[in-house]
């Protein structure tokens, strides 16, 4: 199969930043080689067009999980994990459009489909985590807030 990736470098030396240790965010990195080796193999004419669009589209699933994870508040967080769910349905518009036109094998876009799914599940659950987190802090705040008043 023409799409068995494997990390190849541990990232930039002296660059432990959080969202490396994010499973969403590896998980992402490993779709985006993936869709780099497919994309490879697409017509040349189409090098500015379907190839160029899915390769930023695929690039910013990790990207902006990235510049989430370094924003201070979960509510940015949460915004980018959104932006990166954004750019994961346009990726699977622009793989659907390119089995249409015979670039993409059924085989790989069941392999591709599936890392998408697990991808969005994950954002998912992460942004629900997000969001229970920031409620359970301001219901914590609220009730300090009346004891402190009583």
């Given at each position: 199969?023409?799409?068995?990736?494997?990390?190849?470098?541990?990232?930039?030396?002296?660059?432990?930043?959080p969202?490396?240790?994010?499973?969403?965010?590896q998980?992402?990195m490993?779709?985006?080689?993936?869709?780099?080796?497919?994309?490879?193999?697409?017509?040349?004419?189409?090098?500015?067009?379907l190839?160029?669009?899915?390769?930023?589209?695929?690039?910013?699933?990790?990207?902006?999980?990235?510049?989430?994870?370094a924003?201070?508040?979960?509510?940015?967080?949460?915004?980018?994990l959104s932006?990166?769910?954004?750019?994961?349905?346009?990726?699977?518009?622009?793989?659907?459009?390119?089995?249409?036109?015979?670039?993409?094998?059924?085989?790989?876009?069941?392999?591709?489909?599936?890392?998408?799914?697990?991808?969005?599940?994950?954002?998912?659950?992460?942004?629900?985590?997000?969001?229970?987190?920031?409620?359970?802090?301001?219901?914590?705040?609220?009730?300090?807030?009346?004891?402190?008043?009583?």
């Open positions: 199969m023409i799409l068995n990736v494997r990390r190849k470098s541990e990232g930039v030396r002296g660059m432990e930043k969202h490396k240790k994010l499973d969403v965010w998980a992402a490993k779709t985006a080689q993936m869709v780099y080796v497919l994309t490879s193999t697409f017509p040349a004419e189409e090098r500015f067009g190839v160029s669009q899915m390769r930023r589209a695929v690039v910013s699933i990790p990207s902006n999980i990235a510049e989430g994870a924003r201070q508040g979960g509510r940015e967080f949460r915004n980018f932006m990166a769910q954004g750019s994961l349905s346009e990726l699977d518009t622009q793989l659907e459009l390119a089995v249409l036109l015979g670039f993409v094998s059924n085989e790989n876009l069941v392999e591709i489909t599936g890392q998408l799914l697990r991808i969005d599940k994950m954002l998912s659950g992460l942004i629900r985590s997000l969001t229970r987190k920031d409620v359970n802090n301001k219901e914590k705040k609220g009730s300090h807030q009346k004891r402190s008043r009583a």
